[in-house]
């Protein structure tokens, strides 16, 4: 089996066209107008799965900076993910669609399959992403097995890892040895 050929050939799924059709109104009322660009922003917090991986997440208000250099190049931020997330405060061209009434499972995954590009952390939404071939920006990335960037232009950017047994943050070789990759 060819793994090249085949991850070199791969054709992204598509929504059906009546789904889709369905999915560009409800994008018109969010006020996203179909010819403009928008990108999806996933940042992880611990209300939708209170599990072991809390080093996972991140603040939303650290990507505040990268929010306006979206929207002042023209495009929109469609803030992805569920209703207990922190609420982004009001700002133009955001779309902070997890607190809104327009939240779907079909609008989730036309979200994710008509943005520019995925940035965020490695989650859940950059999964259903990749699955679409979308570019990724993936920051404060914790796991080199299961969150690297897939394809070839991807960005991805790891967490600082603080040891409080050596009393430092780990370099990239550290980070790869074991216990620490996973």
């Known amino acids: 089996q060819n793994w090249t050929q085949q991850y070199a050939d ?3 799924p598509r929504l059906a066209y ?13 006020g ?7 990108v999806c922003l996933h940042v992880r917090e611990s209300g939708y799965r209170r ?7 991140a603040s939303i208000e650290n990507y505040t900076e990268g929010i306006k250099v979206i929207t002042e190049a023209g495009g929109w931020v469609v803030r992805i993910g569920d209703s207990t997330m922190t609420a982004l405060p009001p700002m133009d061209r955001v779309i902070d669609y ?12 036309y979200l994710l399959s008509r943005c520019r590009f995925f940035f965020g952390t ?5 999964d259903v992403a990749a699955l679409f071939a979308k570019p990724m920006i993936l920051v404060n990335a914790t796991e080199w097995a299961i969150g ?6 991807d960005l991805f950017i790891t967490k600082h890892i603080f040891s409080q047994t050596l009393n430092h943050f780990l370099s990239i ?3 790869l040895q074991e216990p620490f990759t996973w």
Not at 18 to 29: S, V, Y
């Open 173 to 175: 070789r550290e980070i």
């Open 148 to 153: 690297f960037p897939l394809k070839r232009g």
């Open 32 to 38: 996203i107008p179909l010819a403009d660009w928008f």
């Open 98 to 109: 997890p607190h809104t009434q327009l939240k779907s499972e079909l609008m989730d995954l």
């Open 10 to 12: 791969y054709i992204p």
């Open 122 to 126: 490695n989650s859940g939404p950059s």
């Open 18 to 30: 009546n789904d889709r059709r369905i999915a560009e109104q409800t994008r018109i009322q969010m």
């Open 51 to 57: 599990d072991f991986s809390k080093y996972r997440n």
